[in-house]
Every structure is written in C-alpha cells, then in structure tokens.
C-alpha cells in the first residue's frame, strides 16, 4: 500500500470532504417545479453542514478589498470591491445585503466587513469581481443616514401598518435608489464587463434584488436568498410590489431558501408567478441548516458549500455563455 506523506493528507482528506459534501447537497435540493416539497436532514447532519460551511473551505482568504466611493443623490456612500487576479475584463455581482442587525455596524450576526470578506472568496475563486455596498446609515456609509433598523423600529411604535408602509417606502425609495447607484457604478469600472452584470441579495436585500429587475433591464440575472421570509405574510403591498416588479423583469431569477426559514411563502408565491408568467427563473429549497429559523434565515452565510456549485451553475449559464 502506497504510503501518503503527512503533510499531505490533509488536503486530500479535505478534497473528499468537498467532493462529497457537493455531491450530497445536489442530490437534496430540488427546481422550481417540485413544488411543496420539504427535505429535512437529521440534527446531525444539519449541524454537520454548518460547521462544514463555517471552515471556510470553499476557497482561501481574499486579498483586501478597495474601498470605493459611489454616489447615490447627494450622498457618497462606501463599498468594498474586489476583483480577481489577471486580466479583465471581468463579470461582476453587486450584492445587496439585508435591512441590518441590532447596530449599523452588524448584519446577519457578524460585522459588515466581515460579512463581506466572508463572501468574497466564493466569487473570487469563480472568477467574478463582487461589489458589497453598504447603502446609506450602515456599515461603512453610517454616517450617509438613518440606520433602517432603528426607522423601522420607531415606526413599529405606531403600529404594524406604519411600520409596512415604511418598509415599502424604503424598498422602492431610498434603499433602492442606493441599489442601483451600486449597479451604475459596476458600469463604469475599470476591467468590468458592463455587459455581465448580476445582483445577489440576502433577506431585506434579496426584495431589493428582486425590484431591481423593472429598473434596469441590463442585469443579466438576480440571485434572491431568503427574500421577503420574514416580512411576506405581514405585508399585502410588498407582496404586490415584488409581483409586480419580476413580472416586468426580463432577468433570469434565482430563489434560494432553507426549510427551516421563517416562511417559506414568498418562495411559492414569487415561484409561481413566475411560473405562470413563463419567465426563466430556479427555485431551490435546501434542507435546515442549523436549529432556528434565524439559521435557516442566514443560509448565505452559513451554507456556502451547499449553495455554492448551484449558485455559480447559474451564474456561469446566464453570465458566461
């Protein structure tokens, strides 16, 4: 029997490990058209993934990322950009990440920056530039407005309508505008391909993903991660907003969901409308990860390597072909 050098047995045990868990994942996930299906793993496989998915083996650390400024009216908002090495030029995402944490400094339970830096490799291993903006009151554009958390919070003291008007106010208004400034932006940058541009969104930015469509008919694809799961059922006016936003969208859509998120409703209804509009799109619905919903909510973050082969399938087929 050949024997294997110790120092590199790791990254052979490690490779299995990848291999295998893509090949279990894919085997799990399911289109648009299984409708109402619903896989669960075992706890401990569930637990098993997350802390697959929080090594961070998908890819190696990125290199520090440029700070840019991007206008949106009059305010210079702050964005990491990071593009792969080589030459260019290349297809790039803008990502649009959720409404915030408990401070303008966190989201999804992390800091801003180390979200972003946490999501970068991904992108850059698949060979796309990524553009993380922070749009107005967060993270490094704290000081270009109001936290959305802390307006949302003062409304939901009048009441829950004025809280969703508020909401709606903000996807359609100010949030969004600071979107597609993101988008303008990746335009005009050196060594991108104006022509191959996508957007990515996580939960508050994942609806903002999705409104994006009718706006701007130069994105090549939307990817949406647990749009509207926990807001869809309080909100008749966002869920009419989103409906008929995708329904003037000519993009490619991508919805990703976790079982065991807050509601899996919008997955359904945004699936089929688009359905019965006949527009390209892929819903998938990945096993539970973790033990709440709010893990279930943070698939992005905490299943990259479940996510990641289908993610980039999609990527690959409406931005590189």
Known sequence: MALVHPGR??????????????????????????????????????????????????????????????????????????????????????????????????????????????????????????????????????????????????????????????????????????????LRFLKSAPDIDPKRIAIVGHSFGGMLTLLSGDRDISIRAEVAFAAGANSWHASQQLRDRILAAIGKTAAPIMLLYAANDYDLMPARDISGELNRLHRSHLLKIYPAIGKTSDDGHNLLYLGISVWEADVFQFLDDNLKR
Not at 38 to 60: D, E, K, N
Not at 75 to 89: D, S, V
Not at 149 to 173: F, I, M, V
């Open 9 to 182: 047995l790791l990254p052979k045990l490690l490779g299995v490990l990848r291999r295998r868990q893509r090949e279990f994942a894919r085997s799990l996930v399911h289109g648009a058209r299984c409708r109402k299906t619903r896989i669960v793993l075992p706890v401990g496989l569930q637990l098993s993934a997350v802390a697959f998915a929080q090594t961070g083996l998908t890819s190696t650390p990125p290199v520090a990322p440029q700070i840019v400024d991007i206008r949106s009216g009059n305010l210079h908002l702050k964005a990491y950009f990071w593009k792969p090495a080589g030459q260019g030029p290349f297809p790039a995402i803008l990502f649009n990440h959720g409404s915030g944490d408990n401070d303008p400094q966190h989201t999804a339970g992390r800091t801003m920056a180390d979200a972003a830096s946490y999501l970068a490799p991904a992108f850059l291993k698949h060979r796309y530039a990524l553009l993380y903006l922070c749009r107005r009151g967060q993270g490094l554009s704290a000081d270009q407005g109001p936290f959305t958390q802390d307006l949302l919070k003062h409304a939901q003291a009048k009441g829950a309508d004025a809280r969703n008007e508020l909401q709606d106010q903000l996807l359609t208004g100010s949030q969004l505008d600071d979107a597609l400034a993101g």
